[in-house]
């Protein structure tokens, strides 16, 4: 059977509970395991928190003094990978039970690429800054797996993805995407052009890491300006719902009614977005109105 690296990018996060538990299941993959971490820049606590794992057997602990960003550290830690398949996990991440690599040993003569999806925990988060990003992903990105195989090229999330390291070496992730969001658009789209099948799983991790609504923002608003910056090299995007709405607007001359409009309320949206009890709504709303600013 073959290998499995996993790996396994840290920025300002414990990640000793998650390296843990895939060691107390590496023997149910029927190969070699080793996991990689590779630190991008982390703060010294969490340094220091995760240099123990440098002397755990089959682990392999390293430090950037720099942070290189999401797609280059992933390009990195697959490069120097030892075997033939790669699990890709968030360090924000856990494992749902005591069976996660089981499954995907049995599932992996299926496809290629492999897409396990993320869960959410049931009950909300007590903090209220915790709320939006938790709405997101309980609603956005928790899908089963029968739903992404619908779309599943379009549907790939980096985090929680099993692929032969040949396929993710010959494609690699795009590093001049710096800010945060959507590698994945255009890996999924690399993958779909390369004949790549997608194979999506009931195989979730759970998003441990919810990010304070003022960061999930300024994140979003990144994936927003990613989007306009793929669209307009590579023609990219084009089939997401956003992408759509904003560019039917330019056609039917709507495009700065709609802004204007949408900046006399901008702050109420955003207060909304703040509260405890947070609209998905409203946060489209926002995504197309930094998404028209950015197509002007």
């Known amino acids: 059977m073959a290998g499995l690296s996993v790996l396994i990018p840290v920025f ?7 390296v843990h538990a895939l060691l107390a299941q590496a023997s149910d993959w029927p190969g070699l395991v080793e996991i990689h971490c590779l630190d991008d820049g982390s703060q010294e606590v969490y340094r220091r928190k995760n240099r123990e794992l440098a002397l755990q057997p089959g682990v392999r602990y390293r430090e950037l003094e720099q942070n290189v960003g999401r797609a280059a550290i992933r390009n990195q830690l697959a490069a120097e990978a030892g075997h ?17 690599l089981a499954r995907y040993a049995a599932a992996c003569s299926q496809a290629p690429v492999l897409s396990g999806g993320t869960a959410y925990e049931a009950v909300p988060p007590h903090e209220e800054a915790l709320r939006l990003r938790w709405l997101y992903g309980r609603r956005r990105e928790a899908r089963p797996a029968a739903v992404r195989q619908r779309a599943p090229h379009r549907q790939l999330t980096l985090n929680n993805l099993l692929i032969r390291a040949d396929v993710f070496c010959r494609l690699g992730l795009d590093e001049s995407l710096t800010r ?27 998003h441990n890491g919810l990010d304070p609504a003022p960061i999930f923002l300024q994140k979003t608003h990144d994936a927003v300006r990613n989007l306009v910056q793929l669209y307009r090299s590579e023609g990219l995007g084009a089939d997401t719902k956003l992408l759509q709405a904003a560019l039917r607007l330019q056609r039917w001359g709507l495009s700065k009614a709609v802004r204007v409009a949408f900046g006399l309320r901008r702050e109420q949206v955003r207060r909304n977005l703040l509260s405890n009890r947070p609209s998905l709504r409203q946060l489209d709303a926002l995504k197309l109105y930094w998404l028209l600013n950015e197509l002007r």
Not at 84 to 100: M, Q, R, T, V
């Open 84 to 100: 033939e398949w790669l699990l890709l996990l968030d360090n924000d991440s856990l494992l749902p039970d005591a069976h996660f």
């Open 180 to 206: 945060y969001g959507h590698e994945d658009t255009k890996f999924g789209w690399l993958l779909r052009r390369a004949g790549a099948t997608v194979v999506h799983l009931d195989n979730p991790v759970l």
């Open 12 to 18: 300002n996060h414990d990640v000793r509970p998650l």
